[in-house]
Nanobody
Framework: QVQLVESGGGLVQAGDSLRLSCATSGRTFSNYNMGWFRQAPGKEREFVAAIIGSGGSTRYADSVKGRFTMSRDVAKNTVYLQMNSLKLEDTAVYYC???????????????????WGQGTQVTVSS
């Protein structure tokens, strides 16, 4: 079956960096879009970043552009989210997701994904 397992979350100070990983299994990795989403307490889950299709183009939410970088290692079936210059408002549970939408706009929404990881907590303190 399809499995997505996130790791790398933790407690950091504002301005620090953190790298999240998401290891996948169960489907041919390069055939699918991969996304990162996050959910803060009391808020809806929101899009953070995505790698689209076999070509590997990336999309980012405006709130993280220039600070976060998403990448993938096809040989390891793993995606990463490098988070730099972390802010208090980046505090959330971060989820990776896998899906196959041929529309990149949909690939930046929850509807574009059918499998999700369990999430990893990122807490940014002042």
């Amino acid at each position: 079956q399809v499995q997505l397992v996130e790791s790398g979350g933790g407690l950091v100070q504002a301005g620090d960096s953190l790298r999240l990983s998401c290891a996948t299994s169960g489907r041919t990795f390069s055939n699918y879009n991969m996304g990162w989403f996050r959910q803060a307490p009391g808020k809806e889950r929101e899009f953070v970043a995505a790698i689209i299709g076999s070509g590997g183009s990336t999309r980012y939410a405006d709130s993280v552009k220039g600070r976060f970088t998403m990448s993938r290692d096809v040989a390891k079936n793993t995606v990463y989210l490098q988070m730099n210059s972390l802010k208090l408002e980046d505090t959330a549970v971060y989820y990776c997701a896998q899906g196959r939408s041929y529309n990149w706009v949909i690939a930046t929404t929850l509807a574009g994904y059918d499998y999700w990881g369990q999430g990893t907590q990122v807490t940014v303190s002042s």
